[in-house]
C-alpha cells in the first residue's frame, strides 16, 4: 500500500513541530549550569519520562518486536533486572551525586581516586557511548528508507541535523522537555498500531492467543537449570537468572555511570526527586517492553512465516506499517518512531558534549568566561553531532540484530566503570592506582566476552564488574597508596 500525502504531511510536521518546539528553550541558556544541567529545575515526573525516553531509541521500537517476533516474551526478564537495578542506584549511587556541584558522573571518580582515573573513565564512556550511538542513528535509516524511500544516508543525515538545531540551541531543557512530548507520541502510537494489528488479525484476540499459546509465545520465565557446573546456562541471554542479575547490574551501569543517563538525574531539585524519577521511570519502561513485545507477537500471529521472509527481525514492524496500516495511522507510526530516535540522539549528544567540555576541556582551560564556556558546548554539540553521524555510516551492513549490536557495544564498557564506581562508593581502601589495574582487568575481561566467548551479553556486565572489584581492591591492598578522601 506505501505511504501516501497524509502520511508524508503527518511525518514532516512532527518533524518541524518537534524542532520548533525545541526551539522554544534557546534563550533560557545563559550558563553552563542552565546548558548542562537545565539549572536543576526540572520536575521528577518530567525527568522520569526523559530517563524512558533516552534508554528508548529506533533499536527499541523496531528490534524488540522482530526479537517477540522469532522467539517470546521472555525479554521480560531483563527488564526486571532493570528495575532493581534502578533500587540499587537510589540508595547506592544517588547520595554521592548530591554530595556537592557536579555536572558529569566522573567528577564523582576524580573527588574518590584523582584526575587520572576520572581521564579513562570520561574516555571510556565517550568511545563507547558514541559507537553505541552510531548503530542507534544508523537503524533510524532502515525505518525512514523503507517509508520514504530516501536512502539511507539521507535518511540519517535528515534526522541527524533536525535533532542537532534543538539540542544546539536549548541544551538540556530542550532534550527534556521534548523527550517528554516524544514519549507521549511513540507510546500513544504504538498503542494505536497494537490495536490495529489486532483487528487486522483474522478471528481477532481469539486467533492471536490459540497462535502465540501453541508455540509459546507467550512465555515469559525461563529458569532452567544446567545439570553440570555451574549450573546456569551462560550462553542463553534470555533467562531468569540472566535477566535479574545481569538486567540488574546492566541497569546498575548503565543509569549509574553512564553521563546518558546520571546528567538527567543530577537537573533534578533534590536527591529525593532523583530517586523519584528513577524509580518510576522502572514502571514506565516495564509497561513499554511489554507493549514493544506485544507487538511481535501480534505481527506473528498476522504473518505466520519466518523473519528471514523480511531479509531480517528488524524490518519486520516497519514493513507491516508501510504495507498494511490505514494511512494516517502509518504517518502516525512512522512519526513515534522517529520520536524515540531523535529523543534518543538528542541526549547522547548532550551527554557526550558536557564530558567532553567539564571532564576534559575546562580541566586545562578553567579561565574561559561564562559566555566563552557555553559557546564551547554549543560547538562540542555540533562536533558529536557529525562524529555519530560518520559512525551511523560506517554500521550501513556491519551490523546484526540492531537492538542486541547496540547493548553489546554499551556492555563492553559496563562492567569496568560500574566496579570502579562501586570501589569508590563501597571501600576505603582502594586507591587510584588499584582501582586503575581493576578496570583495565575488568576491561579485558568484558573484550575476551565479547569477542571470544559464547557468554550471553546479559552476563557481561555482572562478570566485568565482579573482575574490576575483585582485583581492583586486592591490588590496592598491595600496592598500599593512601587512599584519596
Request: hydrophobic share 55%; glycine share 10%.
Amino acid at each position: 500500500m506505501g505511504l501516501n500525502r497524509i502520511d508524508l504531511l503527518i511525518i514532516a510536521a512532527y518533524l518541524a513541530g518537534i524542532t520548533l518546539f525545541g526551539l522554544r528553550f534557546r534563550k533560557r541558556q545563559r550558563t553552563m549550569r542552565d546548558y548542562f544541567l537545565a539549572d536543576r529545575n526540572i520536575p521528577w515526573w518530567a525527568i522520569a519520562l526523559s530517563i524512558v525516553a533516552a534508554e528508548t531509541s529506533t533499536l527499541t521500537i523496531i528490534s524488540i518486536p522482530g526479537l517477540a517476533y522469532d522467539s517470546n516474551l521472555t525479554f521480560l526478564q531483563v527488564v526486571m533486572g532493570y528495575v532493581i537495578g534502578r533500587v540499587v542506584i537510589s540508595f547506592v549511587l544517588l547520595p554521592q551525586y548530591f554530595r556537592g556541584e557536579l555536572y558529569t558522573a566522573y567528577q564523582l571518580i576524580e573527588r574518590r581516586f584523582g584526575p587520572e582515573l576520572r581521564t579513562v573513565s570520561a574516555g571510556l564512556f565517550l568511545l563507547t557511548r558514541a559507537a553505541a550511538e552510531g548503530v542507534r542513528v544508523y537503524a533510524v535509516s532502515i525505518l525512514v528508507s523503507i517509508a520514504l524511500g530516501t536512502g539511507e544516508v539521507t535518511s540519517i543525515a535528515i534526522i541527524t541535523l533536525l535533532t542537532l538545531i534543538y539540542t544546539f540551541e536549548g541544551g538540556l531543557a530542550a532534550v527534556i522537555w521534548t523527550d517528554v512530548v516524544q514519549t507521549f507520541i511513540y507510546v500513544g502510537g504504538t498503542l494505536v498500531g497494537l490495536f490495529t494489528i489486532l483487528h487486522l488479525v483474522p478471528g481477532g484476540w481469539g486467533s492471536v492467543q490459540a497462535i502465540a499459546d501453541g508455540l509459546h509465545k507467550f512465555r515469559v520465565f525461563d529458569a532452567t537449570i544446567a545439570a553440570q557446573w555451574p549450573f546456569v546456562n551462560f550462553a542463553k541471554p534470555y533467562t531468569l537468572w540472566a535477566g535479574i542479575i545481569g538486567g540488574a547490574f546492566l541497569t546498575t551501569a548503565s543509569h549509574g555511570t553512564d553521563q546518558l543517563i546520571v546528567q538527567r538525574l543530577l537537573a533534578a531539585r533534590n536527591q529525593r526527586q532523583s530517586a523519584l524519577a528513577l524509580l518510576s521511570s522502572g514502571a514506565a519502561v516495564f509497561f513499554q517492553f511489554g507493549l514493544f513485545l506485544f507487538v511481535g507477537v501480534m505481527l506473528f500471529a498476522y504473518y505466520r512465516v519466518p523473519s528471514t521472509a523480511f531479509g531480517r527481525a528488524d524490518r519486520i514492524y516497519p514493513t507491516f506499517i508501510v504495507t498494511r496500516m490505514p494511512h494516517g495511522i502509518a504517518g502516525l507510526l512512522i512519526a513515534a518512531i522517529l520520536a524515540a530516535a531523535m529523543s534518543n540522539l538528542s541526549a547522547a549528544l548532550n551527554s557526550l558534549s558536557s564530558s567532553s567540555i567539564m571532564d576534559f576541556y575546562l580541566r586545562f582551560r578553567a579561565d574561559v568566561s561564562e559566555a566563552g564556556r557555553l559557546r564551547l558546548a554549543r560547538m562540542a554539540t555540533v562536533g558529536w553531532a557529525m562524529v555519530l553521524f560518520g559512525l551511523a555510516f560506517l554500521a550501513l551492513h556491519r551490523v546484526g540484530r540492531v537492538v542486541e549490536v547496540g547493548l553489546q557495544i554499551a556492555s563492553v564498557a559496563y562492567g569496568a566503570l560500574l566496579g570502579v564506581f562501586l570501589l569508590g562508593v563501597l571501600t576505603r581502601r582502594a586507591n587510584q592506582a588499584g582501582a586503575m589495574i581493576g578496570m583495565l582487568c575488568g576491561l579485558a575481561m568484558e573484550l575476551y566476552l565479547w569477542k571470544w566467548s559464547q557468554v550471553a551479553f546479559t552476563w557481561w556486565v555482572a562478570i566485568g564488574t565482579c573482575v574490576t572489584f575483585a582485583i581492583g581492591y586486592a591490588a590496592s591492598v598491595l600496592w598500599r597508596a593512601p587512599a584519596t578522601t
